[in-house]
Structure formats: structure tokens, C-alpha cells
């Protein structure tokens, strides 16, 4: 799909719009629809569709596919890591009301965490498992 | 009204299933998969699942189309010519067909407020998440905090997966 300049010039307007939505699902998503793994999705669909629109190995150099591998793991580990920190504060696992002073503000907080970690590994997995298929 | 759509929607669903079976072409059965979730989706946004139909569209219609596509590029895009119908096979389908269709008379009914899922924790959740989690969406409250050690699990489901596609695929570029 190297030459053809409409889907060049529409991604390249689109993506920016799907990676933008995806932040905004991402961090709204305690207030409406939404969450870490619609956003995680949504990003990787971003990304999935530079990959389709201008080649699998310009994805590569943009986003390498260690650097997603690690990013898979990352996000779990901060799920598991905010469920440590709240037993090291004196708290049971995954109780994010110790994290700070005022208990619904570290319920936020935790919750926060969690999400950011869910949307990094299911974007991450996502595109590991476009690069796997795409070759 | 709601009648309608739903009995029209879930008429679609089975026609698309329908078609999905007896396409040849696995190009349009694929299409055809997506169209199926979107129409999943638009089922769960009836039922004020507007979460879950979300997640529907975008990982249903959306990312497992595109993976369907890609595998279909490293595969075929015909099916071949599979063998006539087998009256042992019609026989277990409709035996497997009408044992779930038995299960389901020992299930609640449609939107019954008594069933068990409605009477054991999910009132607690719904009246504690104003006053101890917090945030309006009730959804990410019992997701993320309540019941945290599920979505903590489903995280590690979805982070095994990508790591045995990995391992099946991930080398193909280098050998």
C-alpha cells in the first residue's frame, strides 16, 4: 500500500485522533465507559494501522518489537507492584486504600495504577501479536 | 420497541452464523466474524452493558479481524472441499444441541432481580462505591478494586497469550 496517497493522507490524519481516543478512554474510563482494556486495544489499533498503511518494517523502527515485549511485562508488574506497595503501607494486597493519607484518594490512585498497567500490556500484546502475524 | 430490535438483532446474528458456516471463501467468513461482534455489541449496548460492548467492538470487530486477516495472508484464502455431511456428526450436534438447551431451564430467567448473581455481593458493591471507592462508574470500581485479584489474573491471561504466540511465531523472521 506504499502509493496510495489517499490512505497515506487519511491515516495520517486518523491515527493521531485513535491514539488521542485511546488516552482519553484510558484515563476517563472512571467516569464513563471504558478503561485500561478498551484503551489498551484502541492504541494498539492505532498503531496497527501505521503498520498496514505505511509497512510492517516502518512500525518496527518506530515502535521495536523488544521495547513492546518489555512493555508487556512492564504493565503486569505494575499491576503486581501497587498490590505490594499497599502491603508494605500496613494494607492486604491490592488494597489501594493505604497508599495515601486519605483512603478514597488512594482507592483513585490505585485504581489509576492498575488501569495504566492493564492498557500497557494489552497494547502491547496486541501489537506483539500484529507483529507476529504481519511477519 | 426493545422487543423488536432484539428479536431483529439476534435474527441477524443467526443468519450471519448461517452464512459463516457455509461460506468457501474464508476472506468473507472473516468479514463476516466481524460483522457477527458488532452485532454482539449492539446487544450488549441494549442491555446497558455499555463496558462490555465497547470492549466487543474494539477487540472483536476490530483487532481480531485485522489477526484473522494476517493469518489468512499466511495461510489461504479457500477452504478445501471438506467431506459430505455425516449422520454420526447431525447426530452429536443435535444431541450436544438439546443437552444446552435442557441446561438453560434451570437458569434464572431474562432480567430475573432474584437470581443468584443479583442477591449475593452486587447490591454491596453498587451501595459502596459512592461512599468507599469513590467514582461514578460502578463498572470500574468493582473491575479495578472490588474484585482487583480477578482483573490482576485476566492481565496475566492476556500477557501468556501474546507470550505463546511468541513462542509459536515470534522466531519465523529470523529462521
Given at each position: 500500500m506504499r502509493h496510495h496517497h489517499v490512505l497515506h493522507v487519511v491515516a495520517k490524519m486518523v491515527i493521531p485522533l485513535i491514539l488521542l481516543f485511546a488516552l482519553y478512554v484510558q484515563f476517563h474510563g472512571d467516569f464513563g465507559?471504558?478503561?485500561g482494556f478498551q484503551a489498551g486495544v484502541i492504541f494498539a489499533a492505532g498503531l496497527i494501522l501505521y503498520g498496514l498503511v505505511f509497512g510492517v518494517d516502518r512500525l518496527r523502527r518506530t515502535v521495536p518489537?523488544?521495547?513492546v515485549r518489555g512493555l508487556a511485562a512492564a504493565g503486569g508488574l505494575l499491576y503486581a507492584g501497587v498490590g505490594v506497595a499497599g502491603m508494605v503501607l500496613g494494607g492486604a494486597y491490592l488494597d489501594y486504600g493505604v497508599l495515601l493519607p486519605d483512603p478514597m484518594a488512594g482507592q483513585h490512585l490505585g485504581i489509576l495504577l492498575i488501569e495504566l498497567g492493564v492498557g500497557v500490556t494489552v497494547a502491547a500484546v496486541m501489537t506483539s501479536l500484529f507483529y507476529c502475524f504481519a511477519g | 420497541m426493545e422487543y423488536v430490535?432484539?428479536?431483529v438483532l439476534l435474527a441477524l446474528l443467526a443468519v450471519t452464523a448461517g452464512a459463516i458456516v457455509?461460506?468457501?471463501n474464508l476472506f468473507a467468513a472473516?468479514?463476516?466474524v466481524g460483522i457477527y461482534s458488532l452485532l454482539t455489541a449492539a446487544l450488549f449496548v441494549i442491555l446497558d452493558a455499555v463496558d462490555v460492548a465497547f470492549t466487543e467492538a474494539a477487540v472483536g470487530a476490530g483487532i481480531s479481524t485485522i489477526l484473522m486477516l494476517a493469518a489468512l495472508a499466511l495461510t489461504g484464502r479457500e477452504q478445501t472441499a471438506a467431506t459430505?455431511?455425516?449422520a454420526v456428526g447431525l447426530a452429536v450436534v443435535l444431541a450436544t444441541g438439546a443437552a444446552l438447551v435442557?441446561?438453560?431451564l434451570d437458569m434464572p430467567h431474562f432480567g430475573d432481580p432474584n437470581a443468584p448473581a443479583h442477591v449475593h455481593v452486587a447490591p454491596r458493591y453498587l451501595e459502596g462505591t459512592l461512599t468507599e471507592i469513590g467514582i461514578p462508574n460502578a463498572v470500574t470500581s468493582v473491575l479495578a478494586s472490588y474484585r482487583g485479584y480477578d482483573t490482576l489474573g485476566e492481565v496475566f491471561?492476556?500477557?501468556?497469550a501474546g507470550i505463546g504466540a511468541l513462542a509459536l511465531l515470534g522466531g519465523r523472521r529470523e529462521s
Open positions: 465507559p471504558g478503561g518489537p523488544g521495547v | 430490535i432484539n428479536t457455509h461460506l468457501r472473516v468479514m463476516l459430505g455431511p455425516s435442557w441446561g438453560t491471561v492476556i500477557f501468556t
